[in-house]
């Protein structure tokens, strides 16, 4: 008979439900919140009301999309941090609620233990391709810019993570700078492409090891981008693909010096990504070219599994579940994690 769980995630402006029986995926649904459009960023008070009104339909939409009653559930996988404890209590308290209602057992799951294993969730009719362990994984969200190696599914160590801003934030906040709108990833992916990406150079960081640091190049564009409209206030205007695909490459850039670092201190030629900003189109081709050089093995998300979704966090809860490990009713929801 099969493990069939329930994932739920609502650790910041995404609610959703996921059903997967074993590791293949029976239905994943998502409602996203247009309200923080208006304000350029995600406000925490109106994220977790907005979850709240969607974690009911969204979660009864899921199980009937997967033909699975609740009660054939056997556990269900609740993201309970890193993220918006407000947003996280809608999850968390839910999934509490459901498991004591149907008397099954409840998996707390790192979210973005969920973001580094979405390349184990298998779908009816794709053909499986999995990292081998040991891989890296490079974590790139809206809060996290990371190199991790991963073990097994239950074994994390981070080789560097960011000193300062992730690397979605820098896409954000640039892009509400230069006026192009939110959220800033997807825009300046969107705008890169038709830019010439060697037109304009911004400084990089030189940082030890294997960290990251983001803060200097978001300077770098914002100090560019003042002087120039000081000469000429159509600037932005008129170069606005050039300046968003060299920014782009200066990014991919710092990402890749210190993932190609990583892989030839380790060894590990499995290199996977994950997080929000794995969708971004520029970085998805250079890490197939630098995989072609290199012979690294690369595993791409596919694009629904780059952001937030509920089916990372069931096929993560999933391994948890094998492993024995469970929540109590008590488990309470963290806005950070000290480790993995
Ligand atoms: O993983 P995610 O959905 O949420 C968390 O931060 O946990 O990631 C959201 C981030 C945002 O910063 C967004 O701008 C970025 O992912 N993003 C992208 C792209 N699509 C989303 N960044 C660059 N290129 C994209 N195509």
């Not at 208006?38 to 009864?60: K, M, Q, T, W």
């Not at 990292?131 to 991963?150: A, D, E, H, M, T």
């Not at 670092?261 to 971004?280: D, L």
């Not at 012979?295 to 966090?313: R, S």
Request: charged share 20%; hydrophobic share 45%; aromatic share 8%.
């Amino acid at each position: 008979m099969s493990d069939i769980i329930l994932g739920i995630e609502s650790s910041c402006d995404d609610t959703s439900a996921a059903v997967i029986a074993d590791r293949v995926l029976l239905s994943n649904v998502i409602a996203s919140q247009d309200v923080h459009r208006a304000y350029g960023g995600v406000v925490p008070e109106l994220a977790s009301r907005a979850h709240e009104l969607n974690i009911v339909p969204v979660v009864s939409e899921a199980l009937n999309r997967a033909g699975v009653k609740a009660s054939e559930l056997s556990a269900i996988a609740f993201t309970r941090g890193p993220g918006l404890l407000g947003s996280l209590l809608v999850g968390t308290s839910f999934a509490k609620s459901l498991g004591l209602a149907l008397d099954i057992p409840i998996v707390d799951v790192n979210h973005l233990q969920g973001h580094i294993l979405a390349s184990f969730v298998r779908q009816k009719d794709v053909p499986v391709r999995e990292p081998k362990f040991p891989y890296l994984c490079l974590l790139v969200s809206g809060g996290n810019s990371q190199i991790v190696r991963v073990d097994s599914p239950l074994e994390f160590t981070f080789l560097g993570q960011t000193i300062d801003d992730a690397v979605g934030e820098a896409f954000d906040k640039c892009s509400k700078m230069m006026g192009l709108g939110y959220p800033g990833g997807p825009i300046i992916d969107r705008l890169a492409k038709q830019g010439d990406p060697k037109r304009f150079t911004f400084a990089k960081p030189h940082i030890p090891g294997l960290d990251y640091s983001f803060s200097g190049v978001k300077t770098s564009l914002l100090y560019f981008v003042r002087d120039q409209i000081a000469l000429d206030p159509d600037f932005m205007e008129k170069n606005k693909e050039d300046i968003c695909a060299s920014f782009q490459k200066t990014l991919i850039d710092i990402l890749l010096d210190k993932l190609i670092k990583a892989a030839k201190q380790t060894g590990i030629r499995e290199i996977a990504i994950g997080g929000g900003v794995s969708a971004n189109s520029g970085l998805r081709n250079r890490m197939l070219e630098e995989g072609a050089r290199r012979g690294w093995n690369v595993y791409l998300p596919e694009f629904k599994f780059t952001t937030d979704n509920a089916a990372m966090i069931a096929i993560a809860g999933y391994f948890h579940y094998l492993a024995g490990e469970k929540a109590g009713l008590d488990a309470a929801p963290v806005s950070r994690f000290a480790d993995f």
